[in-house]
């Protein structure tokens, strides 16, 4: 079976003693930069309901809110058993082991506590949220990919399949790389395009639904293609936890969308 040769490249990108920087690391302050700068320029756009300085303070909150959340969705989502039987395993986060979705729920508990501190409507942060999350995503998914985890299914006839260190010696769909092309990339020119409309910003939640339905749709369609985690397999009638997590995010954003419409509507006619 032919197989394209996995790039053997060091998770750690460099050490000094027992200080070092990983490719993990670095993809989540990326994502985090990135999205900074990204939000800071969304908030100069009417209606302009939050000031740079006012996304600058939002982003200690919402990192702590991705770490927390992040960790402790994994930790009850995929690992509970595990992690109750060791605790002090749960503080190991260089050893990788974070869940988009306990981090997005994070995220939303930062997002209002936030906007009632500051007195902000919550839904135009959140949705500035939504344009720059996928930033964060695909840095995170290529940095799957260079740790060589969360790797694809058994694929022997496909040209690019991988042979990936740990996962036995049959080639397997770099998964990694669609979904950070999904989830990344994609959504993230889908979220840049619907925000350009001044009609949706004006619309505040419009945008938080179609990043969450779009997240969700992508994400169910990337597990076809991802290896389950070993410990928690398939589920009823083939079905993956990433895409059982994922179907009530599709409905929250629908209903984000139609909430926001109905607002929107309510507000012209006043």
């Known amino acids: 079976m032919f197989a394209i040769a996995f790039p053997q490249i060091d998770p750690v990108i460099f050490a000094v003693g027992p200080f070092a920087i990983r490719w993990y690391a670095l993809a989540y302050i990326a994502g985090l930069f990135g999205g900074l700068w990204v939000m800071r320029r969304y908030v100069q756009k009417s209606p302009a309901l939050m000031t740079p300085q006012q996304v600058d303070d939002f982003f200690l909150w919402a990192m702590l809110g991705v770490i927390l959340g992040g960790r402790i969705g994994y930790v009850l989502f995929y690992k509970p058993l595990e992690y109750l039987n060791d605790p002090v395993a749960i503080l190991k986060t260089w050893e990788g082991g974070m869940s988009f979705h306990g981090g997005l729920l994070g995220v939303i508990a930062a997002i209002m506590l936030f906007a009632r501190k500051y007195k902000i409507e919550q839904w135009y942060v959140s949705d500035g949220v939504g344009v720059v999350v ?51 990339v994609l959504l993230f020119a889908v979220m840049l395009f619907f925000a350009r409309h001044e009609r949706i910003r004006r619309a505040p939640g419009t945008l938080t639904g179609i990043f969450c339905t779009g997240y969700g749709i992508v994400r169910i369609i990337g597990e076809f293609f991802r290896q389950p985690d070993a410990h928690i397999g398939f589920l009823a009638m083939g079905v993956t936890m990433g895409q059982l997590l994922s179907i009530p995010m599709v409905l929250f954003g629908a209903w984000c969308i139609w909430r926001a419409d109905k607002a929107a509507a309510k507000s012209a006619k006043a």
């Open 134 to 184: 996928p930033i964060g995503l695909g840095f995170g998914r290529l940095a799957n990919f260079i740790n060589g985890e969360l790797w694809g299914r058994v694929a022997p006839d496909v040209p690019w399949a991988m042979v990936f260190p740990g996962a036995g010696d049959v080639p397997r769909h770099p998964s990694q790389l669609y979904q950070a092309g999904l989830e990344g």
